[in-house]
């Protein structure tokens, strides 16, 4: 932004010292395109679309609307990947693309028809990150969560819920549990996240679980933080056995004692 300052004038009189700001827009770079099914004239909505760059890194997302169109901005130029993922099958990649500064791509997405088979899958193992032969097993069913995790996370940065949050406050004996005293309260709030986890660095730095004025807290991650490059750096992953359903588990890799034998399991893969 280029600011230049001249004198103003007023009835003759020089007053004041005016700020004349002149701004001049930031070149901004943008993907723009639609999705389509694999017949190539299906509109397909709903598709988590990323933007990836030459190191793999996401430079942006998106969700497609219900005519399947997208637009991502991004913040520099570079080459750029568009990557459409859907749940069950395999991620369709369109590019690279080269974008110079201040410049819009077009681009029209055919989805592959290319489904992910997911057999059932039991590990019998110490809780280690260590490799179990099951990597590409793994890494198909955590490909099918963060596809799911993210359309969860660009729901929430797009769209404002209206929660309902009650508030129970109780007071039991510990002897036989009745309740001695009880108290509720009732809020409702608009907020483009219903809850909000801490950033992945910080429960990356001090941990999911600890304790506080005697108390065991326990802090869950939200989407964004199951997505990190923290999250995943910080836990094994493994395949369990579930209910008609391939569940995928992580564990803890800290070193930390409150953390060691925490055990998460995402939603069925």
Request: hydrophobic share 45%; with cysteine.
């Amino acid at each position: 932004m280029h600011t230049s300052i001249a004198p103003c004038a007023r009835n003759g009189v020089l007053a004041l010292l005016c700020l004349v700001f002149v701004v001049t827009p930031l070149a901004a770079q943008s993907i723009r395109g639609v999705v389509v099914q694999q017949d190539g004239a299906t509109l397909a909505r709903g598709i988590v679309v990323l933007v990836v760059g030459r190191d793999n890194r996401v430079a942006g997302r998106a969700l497609t609307s219900a005519t399947g169109a997208f637009d991502v901005k991004l913040q520099s130029a570079g080459s750029y990947t568009v990557r459409a993922l859907r749940i069950g099958f395999r991620p369709t990649d369109v590019g690279p693309f080269d974008l110079a500064g201040d410049s819009l791509h077009v681009v029209r997405v055919v989805l592959r028809a290319e489904p992910i088979a997911l057999e059932a899958v039991t590990v019998l193992s110490p809780q280690t990150c260590r490799s179990t032969g099951d990597g590409t097993a793994v890494a198909a069913a955590w490909l099918q969560a963060r596809t799911a995790l993210t359309a969860a996370a660009i729901t929430a940065e797009s769209e404002a819920f209206v929660s309902r949050y009650v508030t129970w406050d109780r007071v039991a004996s510990d002897v036989d549990s009745i309740v001695t005293y009880q108290r509720s309260s009732v809020a409702v709030s608009a907020r483009p996240k219903v809850f909000t986890s801490a950033p992945a660095d910080s429960l990356a730095r001090v941990g999911y679980a600890f304790i506080a004025n005697d108390e065991f807290v326990y802090l869950g991650p939200d989407a964004d933080v199951l997505l990190s490059d923290q999250f995943a750096g910080a836990h094994c992953f493994r395949l369990g056995p579930g209910p008609d359903a391939i569940r995928r588990a992580s564990r803890s890799s800290s070193s930390r004692p409150e953390d060691a034998g925490a055990t998460s399991t995402c939603a069925d893969a």
